[in-house]
Structures are given as structure tokens and as C-alpha cells.
């Protein structure tokens, strides 16, 4: 019997370590744009906090529900009957929490074209690349890095 | 009793503006706001707004229109002569006119639109000088032609030397742009029908125009609602008659070629 699963578990480490061969390793990109927070695109995610603080998620649904700012809700229903008229442009973020983690979310937030170069999404943490930037955005992005964390922890509760 | 008073008003419009009452039947069936699936702004609209834009006696379009016909025959400039000095009744010769525009011009070696033309024609004629884009009174001649060809189908002529002005115009409506990174397509090709929040998206046509937006409260041409759409889009907008909205121009109206001129459309 211990024999037995010692040959699964053996199995297993081998399949693994096979696995682990064919898988190309992810691509990383490091995107550095000054004068936004550095940050490393790991697949389709980015592993490591924007900033040192931790995100709050009160001021983050502030964050994601600014009418004046792309608000998530021009394009995805919510779970928020508060706000008026959701779009439906974009899948319902209701129970996003439990269906995306938060690396994955986070490049979503900063650069969602980076997943899906077709998606109109807008990226709200990005400079690069852009075309014809209305005079008095130059320079700026949607948010600030702060910004991307709180949104993440208010997303996350989401479930 | 508003109704006595609204049909002996009707009946004095008609009698005093012979061209008012000569224009194409209105309202059209609703199946003609739609031709081989492409489709007019007026398709996307709530009933009510229909209703607004079916009824002339409501169409706040129509004081437009009726402020341009009052500018048709006024005498302006140093030669000393009126639209109607040179082309009468606009109801006749101005019928199907801006059913063609915008159009490729030689003289110019590029595209012209309805409001560059009348401002030509100022100009060179009438010796007066050019219209500001947007004043009511270019407002107001724009929308009083446009109304002569109402119901009548967009006729674009994007061959021949008009082409490479179409295919600038064609590149700028996929180009993505400002911070946003979205392009015109975007919206109006793939999401034509979609809520973006409390507005539904249309498929962007520009046959009712110039036309009469609630949201403003005013009047506006083409170049206003691309200056609108680009400054959505956190991009910087193009002046009003430049080159690049002269050519956008061109390819979105062959996008709705066969749509009826609806001026003065009324849209959300």
C-alpha cells in the first residue's frame, strides 16, 4: 500500500517535471515608463503590488464607481443598484472575486490589452503607445498606482 | 383649441413657405432607416424621440431649417445677391444636392462638404464673407438644403479621385486613439445596438445631420459629433472643416450609403 502510493506519487512528480518541460516558462516583460511605478508583466499577470500600502477597499470602489473616470460601469454590470444605467458592453463583474485572482486582476487594471490586444477595455494605468492623446491627458493615466491596489481590494470582495 | 391654433399656423407656414410644404413625404416607413443592414441612427432611438423627429410641428429642427430659408433670400455682400438671387426656389434646385456631399472637388484637389460649399459660394459670388463652422445662420443654411433632399437615398461617390481621400478617411475611423486606445470601429461596428451606459450605441451615420441633439439642447454638424466622439475617446480633436474630418467625413457617409436623408434628424 505505501509502495503503491509512493509509485502515484512518483507519477505525479515525474508527469509534473515532464509538464513543467513542454510548458514554455511565461513570458515576463518589465515595463518601466517613467514617471508610473515600474512593474514586471508575468503571462498574463502582474505578480507584485503597485505600492507598499496596502489597498483599501472603500476608497476603491470610489476608485471604480468615479463617473468622471471610466468607471467599470460604463461597459460591466455590477452587483452595485445604486448606480444607474450599467452598460453591457463587457461580461457582469458580479462575483469576480471568486473567479479571477488578484495578479491576474491587476494586469487587467493596468493594461488589458496586454491580454487581449482587441479588447476595449481601457488600460488605467499606462502611457505607452498611445495615439493623439487629448492635450490636457498627456502624460497622465486613469489612475494612480494607489489607485490600482484599492480598486483590487474592493474587486476581491466581489464574490 | 391648440390644435385650431396649431392648423391655422401649419396652413399660414405652408402658404408663406412654398418650399417647407414641397419637401419629400415624411415621416418615411420605418423599414427605409434601414438599408442591406446598415442603419440609421433613427433605428436606435426610443419611440418618443421618433415621434419628435416624424413631427415637424415638434422637430426643434425646424427652426433651423426655417431661420436658413429666411437666409436663402436675404441679399448679402458686395455683388449684391441672395441664394435664391442665383438658384430660385431651393425646394427645385437644391433637391438631391446634399444627398451627394460631402464629394471630391478639382478645384480644391479634395473633399468639400455642404458648409465649406455654401461658404465658397459666399465668397466667390456673393462677395460675403464665410460663415463660422457652427453659427446658427451655417447651422441654418446647412440644415434648410439638407431638408430639400429629406427621404431621398446618400449617393457617395468614393471612386475615381475621391478614392485616396476615402481611403484617409477609412484609416482614421480604425485608428485607435487618444488614452483610451479605442477606435471609432469600436463603437460603431462592433458594439452598434449595446448599452455604454445610459446610451445606446448606433452605428455612428451621418445621414440626418445637421441635427438636433437633446443632450445639447442645440443644433450641431458632423464636425461637432466627431469633435464629441474624440473628445470621448480622451482624444484630441480635429478643427472644424480640416482635412482629416473632411475625409472621416467622406468615408462615414459611404458607410450609410443608401440611408434617406433625415434632416433635421433628432437624436438623444
Not at chain 1, 513570458?27 to 507584485?48: A, D, F, M, Q, S
Amino acid at each position: 500500500m505505501v509502495r503503491l502510493v509512493l509509485a502515484i506519487a512518483l507519477l505525479v512528480a515525474a508527469g509534473t517535471a515532464a509538464f513543467a518541460q513542454q510548458q514554455p516558462a511565461p513570458r515576463v516583460i518589465e515595463v518601466n515608463t517613467p514617471p508610473l511605478v515600474p512593474y514586471r508583466i508575468v503571462g498574463n499577470t502582474i505578480p507584485e503590488p503597485l505600492t507598499a500600502q496596502p489597498g483599501d477597499p472603500v476608497r476603491g470602489k470610489r476608485v471604480v464607481t468615479d463617473a468622471t473616470n471610466g468607471t467599470c460601469v460604463l461597459c460591466h454590470a455590477m452587483p452595485l443598484p445604486e448606480e444607474p444605467n450599467h452598460g453591457n458592453i463587457a461580461p457582469s463583474l458580479a462575483g469576480i472575486g471568486s473567479r479571477i485572482t488578484v495578479p491576474e486582476l491587476r494586469l487587467r487594471l493596468v493594461d488589458a490589452k496586454r491580454i487581449n490586444p482587441d479588447t476595449i477595455m481601457l488600460s488605467y494605468y499606462r502611457l505607452h503607445d498611445l495615439t493623439r492623446v487629448q492635450q490636457q491627458y498627456v502624460g497622465r493615466t486613469y489612475w494612480a498606482a494607489q489607485d490600482v491596489e484599492d480598486a483590487i481590494a474592493y474587486l476581491m470582495t466581489l464574490k | 383649441m391648440t390644435r385650431t391654433l396649431l392648423l391655422t399656423f401649419s396652413f399660414l407656414c405652408s402658404a408663406l413657405l412654398p418650399p417647407l410644404a414641397q419637401a419629400q413625404q415624411w415621416p418615411l416607413p420605418a423599414a427605409r432607416f434601414e438599408v442591406e443592414g446598415r442603419k440609421s441612427g433613427y433605428f436606435y432611438l426610443g419611440r418618443q424621440t421618433q415621434i419628435l423627429e416624424d413631427d415637424d410641428f415638434q422637430n426643434p429642427g425646424m427652426f433651423a431649417v426655417e431661420a436658413g430659408s429666411a437666409l436663402w433670400r436675404k441679399v448679402e455682400g458686395e455683388a449684391g445677391l441672395s441664394c435664391a438671387s442665383c438658384h430660385n426656389n431651393a425646394a427645385v434646385t437644391m433637391k438631391g444636392v446634399s444627398a451627394r456631399y460631402p464629394r471630391f472637388d478639382a478645384e480644391k484637389g479634395g473633399i468639400i462638404n455642404l458648409e465649406l460649399m455654401i461658404n465658397r459660394e459666399r465668397e466667390q459670388r456673393m462677395k460675403a464673407p464665410p460663415l463660422k463652422y457652427e453659427s446658427e445662420q451655417l447651422i441654418g443654411l446647412t440644415a434648410y438644403i439638407g431638408y430639400q433632399s429629406r427621404g431621398l437615398p446618400r449617393a457617395i461617390e468614393v471612386a475615381g479621385p475621391a478614392a485616396p481621400f476615402y481611403e484617409k478617411g477609412k484609416e482614421f475611423f480604425f485608428q485607435r486613439r487618444g488614452l483610451t486606445d479605442i477606435s471609432c470601429a469600436m463603437c460603431h461596428d462592433d458594439l452598434a445596438g449595446a448599452n455604454l451606459r445610459g446610451d445606446v450605441i448606433s452605428q455612428g451615420q451621418i445621414n440626418g445631420f445637421p441635427f438636433y441633439r437633446l443632450q445639447w439642447r442645440s443644433m450641431g454638424s458632423t464636425h461637432r459629433m466627431f469633435e464629441w466622439c474624440n473628445t470621448s475617446m480622451r482624444a484630441e480633436p480635429y478643427p472644424y472643416g480640416s482635412e482629416e474630418y473632411l475625409n472621416l467625413e467622406l468615408y462615414v457617409a459611404w458607410r450609410g450609403r443608401g440611408l434617406p436623408v433625415e434632416t433635421p434628424a433628432v437624436r438623444k
